[in-house]
């Protein structure tokens, strides 16, 4: 089995299940499978696993992040609208003790007012935003450099 170090979760949080038909002109046209596919195909380059996985619950997002230090070495996460509201995922993200990126397909400092507050930018490693697909992708090169 491929060391847990080398595994890397990627978590999508509500409503990224509708990607490809949700807001085509903010989120763009793929679905999550086809974003899902490019991140496979970047992670081979890169030699490691990914594990690709989306909830609309919060509670479940939260016992995913309690879960994964047992199985991976890091998380890159889209929290979605959580982002903005879930001291819970930002709770449970410093308990986990891995590193974790923040990943947006949209710019959110370009948007609502709303948007530009973040729980879990402030215990991330970092924050990238804005760049589309890309995002996952930045994502995943950022979360490989931190193992
Ligand atoms: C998002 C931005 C959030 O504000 C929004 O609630 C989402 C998607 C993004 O990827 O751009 O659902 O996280």
Request: glycine share 8%.
């Amino acid at each position: 089995m491929m060391a847990k170090k080398k595994r890397i979760l990627i978590l999508n949080g509500p409503n990224l299940n509708l990607l490809g038909k949700r807001q085509p002109e903010i989120y763009g046209r793929l679905t999550l499978e086809e974003i899902g596919r490019e991140i496979r195909s970047l992670a081979k380059q890169l030699s490691v696993t990914v594990e690709i996985r989306q909830s609309n619950n919060e509670g479940e997002l939260v016992d995913w992040i309690q879960q994964a230090p047992a199985q991976f070495g890091a998380i890159v996460i889209n929290p979605a609208a959580y982002t903005h509201s879930s001291v819970a995922m930002r709770d449970a993200i410093i308990a986990a003790g891995i590193p974790a990126i923040e990943i947006h397909i949209s710019n959110i400092y370009k948007r609502e007012a709303f948007r530009k507050h973040s729980y879990i930018a402030g215990v991330a490693v970092g924050q990238i935003t804005g760049f589309g697909v890309q995002s996952y992708l930045l994502g995943l090169r950022a979360a490989v450099e931190c193992l």
